[in-house]
């Protein structure tokens, strides 16, 4: 067997330790098989290989150290084959040869290439990666399949639950009568029928946010403190359009983590202190932003002008100046949202 350059230097290091008096020709006991008579015969040791030779000197076989294995690790006379499965076999008394053909092949494997262990390596590399992929892709897998495949009667459910952990802090929604009649008649204006409620709270939003089953809350800064009622409805459009951009039930999940998406999936229920929790993130979070671009067009589809909502958001105008330059929509008197009487009634929806 040939060695490469590294491998000759690393073997002559290890056959430099041996000691002079070491001896590497030593006679031994060896068979062909495992029906042959044992022999005697002599081994000689070499960088690379050994030799077994008959007493009258003829070579009966080459062995590579770097294949060679001991078969009784630890006892006495040692014994080794040429190979895993070997029936050749090959006793030497003498211990210190023993010792000898042990470092001599140890030093040779270690030069040797190990498709195995190379191979062992890469699968287990890959096994960690697709572990890692795995665990990384799963938790998302899990909100996403849970958010998609919620039934509408449990999103209402849940917005429901929702909503009354939201009461307690920002109080039992506005309930003038007159008021609240304006409200659904424009709800259904913009969004028509079945598109879930609007609620308008007394305290605690600073901005709209919706609910899983489609339900949406204003502040009472969105009717009181505008001028027109399609400010108003501008706030509805705007939380609407969030609302088609992020599924609510999707938003929920996200923010409780793939544990409670799969509570939800194998038994249909989610905790009350998680959603309590989650009520209170959002009374606090700041409302994800819009493409102009995709207000613009729902505006359009709803017949409402955006200059109203886009002073409503910003006195000056700068911060919304693309909405108030792209709006071609003007309210004739024709295409009111709602009567101006319904309007009085839905800015005292909170008693005035």
């Not at 029936?87 to 290439?113: C, F, H, N, Q, Y």
Request: proline content about 5%.
């Amino acid at each position: 067997m040939r060695q490469n350059e590294g491998g000759e230097r690393v073997v002559g290091q290890s056959m430099a330790a041996l000691s002079e008096n070491d001896r590497l020709e030593v006679p031994g006991l060896w068979r062909v098989d495992a029906e042959a008579q044992r022999q005697n015969v002599t081994v000689s040791v070499g960088d690379t290989s050994l030799v077994i030779q008959s007493d009258s000197g003829q070579a009966l076989a080459h062995w590579s150290l770097a294949a060679v294995e001991r078969v009784n690790k630890g006892q006495r006379p040692a014994r080794f084959v040429p190979g895993e499965g070997a029936e050749e076999e090959l006793e030497v008394a003498d211990d210190s040869v023993a010792d000898a053909i042990e470092r001599v092949r140890r030093a040779v494997e270690r030069t040797e290439p190990h498709p195995g262990r190379l191979r062992r390596f890469v699968i287990a590399a890959v096994s960690l990666l697709a572990i890692v992929a795995l665990a990384l892709w799963l938790p998302g897998a899990i909100v996403r399949h849970a958010a998609r495949v919620v039934p509408d009667a449990k999103r209402a459910e849940i917005g429901a639950a929702l909503f009354a952990h939201i009461r307690r802090s920002a109080g039992a929604p506005c309930t003038g009568v007159r008021g609240n009649d304006a409200l659904a008649a424009l709800d259904k204006r913009l969004r028509g029928l079945g598109a879930g409620v609007v609620r308008v709270m007394p305290q605690g939003l600073a901005e709209p946010i919706h609910l899983p089953g489609g339900t949406i809350l204003l502040g009472r800064a969105a009717v009181e403190d505008v001028e027109e009622v399609e400010a108003t409805a501008g706030y509805i459009l705007a939380e609407d359009a969030r609302a088609t951009a992020t599924d609510p039930m999707r938003a929920l999940l996200d923010w409780a983590g793939p544990r409670m998406a799969f509570s939800l999936l194998t038994s249909g229920n989610v905790p009350s202190e998680r959603l309590a929790a989650y009520s209170e993130a959002m009374l606090t979070r700041a409302p994800s932003e819009i493409e102009d671009e995709v207000l613009l067009a729902r505006f359009e589809s709803a017949r409402v002008p955006a200059r109203p909502y886009a002073l409503a958001r910003d006195i000056s105008g700068e911060s919304t100046l693309a909405l108030i330059e792209a709006d071609a929509l003007v309210t004739t008197p024709d295409e009111r949202l709602i009567s101006d009487s319904d309007w009085i009634a839905l800015q005292e929806i909170c008693g005035g």
